[in-house]
């Protein structure tokens, strides 16, 4: 079983839409969380971190849930700069971070 | 630009030769993160630093593979009679260790791409 797992998508949406992303852990030590985005043959950008509480920037917000070891993203009012691939990442305290595979986000006109 | 930079963005290179990369981390950050990436996959862990100390390397570090940080600022990871299996992209990311959530940040990425 992967560490980290996410659906590969891709997701199409229109212009407007709320999308949701789901991720799963398999290690209940994990610590820290992360949803990175990342260009195709760019980098991977740090989009939020995600706190237990939940929080929300702007049109984006992230929920935790430890007790089902999983990491929503939830993406309101889509735009078309939105396409690209998420990437749910955890951290075990370890200091590496450990990536799922990404889901892939396309939003049309 | 402040941000994590890396040289070179690209290197075509021939199987057998050696290649060595280089990284410069945010000027503040103390940690300093090496990761490859292939196709399709999420970038994975393969070694990092605190400081110049090289803390933990992943099982994916072949001993065909070296880093270091040898004054605790850049780092080089060089890779010695490179396989066509080691075609990838390779990303440095840092972070400053502060508080109970440090967040890394990464470089552009050096694709290696092996003939």
């Known amino acids: 079983r992967k560490e980290v797992e996410q659906d590969p998508g891709p997701f199409n949406v229109p212009e407007g839409a709320t999308v949701a992303f789901n991720c799963t852990y398999s290690?209940?030590?994990?610590?820290?969380f992360f949803w990175y985005r990342q260009d195709c043959r760019k980098e991977p950008k740090l989009l939020m971190s995600?706190?237990?509480s939940g929080n929300e920037d702007g049109r984006f917000t992230a929920q935790l849930n430890r007790a089902s070891q999983y990491i929503s993203l939830l993406i309101r009012d889509s735009k078309l700069s939105d396409s690209a691939t998420y990437l749910c990442?955890?951290?075990?305290?370890?200091?590496?971070?450990?990536f799922g595979t990404g889901t892939r986000l396309q939003v049309f006109p | 630009d402040t941000g994590v930079s890396q040289d070179p963005r690209h290197k075509i290179t021939k199987r057998g030769q050696n290649v060595t990369f280089r990284c410069d981390p945010i000027?503040?950050?103390?940690?300093l993160y090496w990761y490859r990436q292939t196709l399709g996959q999420g970038p994975e862990f393969l070694t990092y630093?605190?400081?110049?100390?090289?803390?933990?390397k992943s099982r994916l570090l072949s001993d065909r593979f070296s880093a270091e940080r040898p004054k605790g600022s850049f780092s080089t990871l060089e890779i010695q009679r490179t396989e066509q299996g080691d075609s990838a992209m390779y990303l440095c990311?840092?972070?400053?260790?502060?508080?109970?959530?440090?967040?890394?940040?990464f470089g552009p990425g050096t694709r290696l791409t092996v003939t």
């Open positions: 995600v706190y237990s």
């Open positions: 000027s503040e950050h103390n940690r």
């Open positions: 990311a840092s972070s400053l260790v502060a508080g109970a959530l440090y967040e890394q940040y």
């Open positions: 990442v955890v951290d075990l305290r370890t200091d590496k971070l450990i």
């Open positions: 290690n209940s030590a994990s610590q820290s």
């Open positions: 630093f605190q400081n110049e100390a090289q803390l933990e």
